[in-house]
């Protein structure tokens, strides 16, 4: 049996550039180094072959943290072979107390990092020698986010170089002389940090994040749709006409692949990639750590911290990714953060599935009162199910990010992200819904099963024939699309009331199956079950109330 390489751990706390180190050894276009706190959540590992190791990328080590990211973390050192302790060059000193304090470094072969050179230079070139000599082990400077080949030499020298250190307690480091020298330099103050016009500025910005990439998205689809139905989908139906029957159905029926599935397509895939480059920009640049720490007091109103923002905004891509982020919360606060990306967070499928339904009934506008009642009821759920967050409970963030230009790499990385997983798998999965919608109506399984659910649906004011459609959005959100079946037929006799409450019903009534399963592994068992039941009972009485009230 082959012996294993031996492990180099990159430690540190949180948005020290562990990730952007890790990309730049390994030659992993991970484009993970984003300006934001908390976006790593799994240890990940590669082979470097330059040094002969495995480098392992950890979470952020949160000071006094009970997340179970850190407590990753801190497995992932104590089993390593070397540990390279990584820590920004403005907060040197503060962060390697942290470090050595929480860290147990005996017997432990270690080298430092110090990153963010290009804040301060001269006086962190300092310190780095400072720690050479009272440290005894390799100390090397770099500008992780700009790391060049030179630069990602030096880092190797000092991994295959690590030794023990001379001093492994806080209070060691200030002797035997003189104290250390100042290299703190605090990121720019601006209105984000005012208590009373941050958080204003900051619920402004997040909805700007998200409604100029959707407004963008719809004015592309409408004036594509027309001329791609004229020019291909309606030649095409044409042609089917002499197709076998079964493939009539699922291919050019009212739920077939190429007729239905073009709507996925058009309405869904702009916001996609829209949203995923907005998300991203505000995250290289600092923005959305800014929006996190100005909207902290009022989220603990609702059960959540600032820090638990992140993977509610991440939601708003994939949820299921969000879940995932979920591991950087408090142990407090986890729960009801899962709570409010189940209803609150509207992935980009949902987005551009709902945008699609409202503009093909004659009602775009109605969007973004959804968007805004569908945070509103979301902070609203989650307050009711798990109460108010203690002062005590969850730390709130107290240092800033850096406002820095975007990295144009990692930006265009992301959007790419989107586009694949788009293509390989939404896509995919919702063609697939097409194509059992069809053969399901072709059957009469539909018919059957509309009979069934109309006197419900009936008490919300809604036509039996919705039915289908909050069935497959249980499954896929963008299963809602099947709405659009028999080229809108039954949006265009909706009111709008009525299209409000059937797009609200179908895309709250519950989380998509993939996003329970992925709770359930998370959480276990009766966590996911107890989300899609209080998120049912939530959905129910907000669409009752919309449904009467409109």
Not at 66 to 89: F, I, K, M, P
Request: proline share 5%.
């Amino acid at each position: 049996m082959a012996t294993p390489p031996p492990s180099i751990v990159l430690a540190g706390l949180e948005s020290v550039g562990k990730s952007a180190l890790f990309r730049s050894l390994t030659g992993q276009v991970a484009g993970d180094e984003a300006n934001f706190r908390g976006s790593t959540v799994v240890c990940r590992k590669c082979r470097v072959p330059d040094c002969g190791c495995e480098v392992v990328d950890t979470p952020g080590i949160r000071l006094a943290g009970d997340a179970q990211t850190t407590q990753t973390a801190l497995a992932a050192t104590q089993e390593a072979d070397a540990v390279l302790l990584v820590a920004r060059g403005t907060h040197a000193v503060s962060e390697l107390e942290t470090l050595l304090r929480e860290l147990d470094l005996q017997q432990k072969r270690t080298a430092l990092a110090i990153t963010f050179q290009d804040k301060a230079p001269e006086q962190i070139q300092t310190l780095a020698q400072v720690y050479r000599e009272r440290l005894g082990i390799p100390v090397v400077v770099v500008n992780a986010r700009e790391l060049d080949a030179e630069g990602r030499g030096r880092v190797l020298a000092a991994i295959q170089s690590a030794a023990q250190m001379k001093v492994i307690q806080p209070s060691g480091l200030a002797a035997p002389s003189g104290g250390l020298p100042h290299t703190a330099v605090q990121p720019q103050t601006t209105l984000f940090e005012s208590k009373i016009v941050g958080p204003w500025l900051a619920l402004l910005s997040m909805g700007l994040m998200f409604a100029l990439p959707v407004y963008v998205a719809y004015l592309f689809a409408s004036w594509a749709q027309p001329l791609v139905d004229e020019l291909a989908i309606i030649p095409l139906k044409a042609a089917a006409a002499s197709w076998p029957q079964l493939a009539q159905v699922l291919l050019t029926g009212g739920y077939g692949a190429i007729t239905l599935g073009w709507y996925s397509f058009l309405w869904a895939f702009p916001v996609v990639v829209l949203i995923s480059l907005s998300v991203a920009l505000a995250e290289e640049t600092g923005l959305k750590d800014r929006i996190t720490a100005a909207l902290d007091p009022w989220l603990r109103h609702i059960g959540l911290s600032g820090r638990d923002l992140i993977p509610v905004l991440t939601g708003f891509g994939c949820n299921v990714v969000a879940v995932f982020q979920t591991r950087s919360c408090s142990k407090c606060t986890r729960a009801a953060c899962v709570s409010m990306i189940g209803f609150g967070s509207a992935c980009s499928y949902q987005i551009g599935a709902s945008l699609s339904l409202f503009g093909a009934a004659g009602h775009p506008t109605l969007f973004f009162p959804y968007l805004v009642a569908l945070f509103a009821v979301g902070a609203l759920h989650t307050r009711l199910w798990h109460g108010a967050l203690a002062v005590e409970g969850a730390q709130p963030l107290h240092e800033r990010s850096f406002l820095q230009k975007p990295s144009v790499r990692a930006v265009v990385w992301r959007g790419k992200a989107a586009l694949g997983q788009f293509l390989k798998q939404a896509m995919p999965i919702f063609l697939l819904i097409c194509l059992a919608a069809a053969l399901l109506e072709h059957v009469g399984v539909i018919a059957w099963f509309t009979a069934g659910v109309a006197p419900v649906l009936g008490f919300f004011r809604l036509p039996g024939e919705a039915a289908p459609g909050i069935l497959f959005s249980i499954l896929r959100k963008d299963g809602l699309l099947t709405l659009n079946s028999g080229e809108g037929a039954l949006l265009s006799a909706l009111s709008a009331g009525q299209l409000l409450v059937l797009v609200w019903l179908a895309s709250t009534f519950t989380a998509c199956l993939v996003t329970l399963w992925t709770v359930r592994r998370e959480l276990g068992w009766r966590p996911a079950v107890r989300l899609a039941g209080r998120q049912a009972v939530t959905s129910v009485a907000s669409a009752w109330v919309i449904s009467w009230w409109i």
